[in-house]
């Protein structure tokens, strides 16, 4: 049962456009989420994050919509830039247990953006 | 570059064997974290560690194993190996919040 789910495998946009990258959970136990982007042979690099007591966060070109009603949360990228192109990975952490320092990432599959230039 | 560093970077092994491999964490994190990403998967959490301490267990085989020594670095086990296990293997670390920084990931091969 996939708790955090990316249903576009693929995205292309226009160089100079904007990049909407959807995602959604199932889980209301989450209470953070992030973003990490992945180039070829190398691994996730991290995005930028919100926690579920926000509805929005802001770094440069990136922002971060969480809706918690419907459960799904977007990341935008104005303007779009050909280095963009790669795989973006939306993750959900929770604490399971009572431990401190007990978190632990959910993903997506990802979803492949490719912008052109 | 993350700060994490793992090694070797690839691996080719037959089934039935074992491997170890490695993860240096950043410098001041406490956590370290281990992932699988196969073929058509996205990232799978299998373990975690937090100073020395197991904290989190994830979809980890028995035939897997983990530990994290006194110097934060960690190293995971994988015994009698299949053609299934072969994936790439993430390291993350981070400050046992929930931000986690990857190391560039072990290409493990199984033939």
């Known amino acids: 049962d996939q708790q955090v789910k990316q249903n576009s495998p693929s995205l292309s946009v226009q160089e100079g456009r904007i990049s909407i990258l959807n995602c959604d959970y199932t889980?209301?136990?989450?209470?953070?989420f992030l973003w990490y982007k992945k180039y070829p042979a190398e691994g996730p690099t991290f995005l930028i994050s919100?926690?579920?007591?926000?509805d929005k966060n802001e770094d440069g070109r990136f922002t971060v919509f969480l809706n918690k009603s419907a459960k799904h949360l977007s990341l935008h990228i104005v303007p779009s830039q050909p280095g963009d192109s790669a795989v973006y990975f939306c993750a959900a952490s929770g604490v399971w247990d009572s431990g401190a320092g007990s978190y632990q990432l959910t993903f997506g599959k990802g979803t492949k953006l490719s912008v052109i230039p | 570059d993350s700060g994490v560093t793992q090694t070797p970077k690839h691996l080719i092994t037959a089934t039935g064997q074992r491997v170890t491999l490695r993860c240096s964490p950043r410098s001041g994190d406490l956590s370290v974290y281990w992932y699988q990403q196969s073929l058509d998967q996205g990232l799978q959490f299998l373990i975690q560690y937090y100073n020395g301490e197991e904290r989190a267990k994830g979809n980890i085989l028995e035939r897997f194993s983990a530990q994290q020594f006194p110097d934060l670095h960690s190293e995971l086990n994988l015994s009698s190996l299949e053609l299934g296990d072969s994936a790439l293997y993430f390291c993350?670390?981070?400050?046992?919040?929930?931000?986690?920084?990857f190391g560039p990931g072990t290409r493990l091969t199984v033939t």
């Open positions: 919100i926690s579920s007591i926000k």
């Open positions: 993350a670390s981070g400050q046992g919040i929930h931000e986690q920084y």
């Open positions: 889980n209301s136990m989450f209470d953070y």
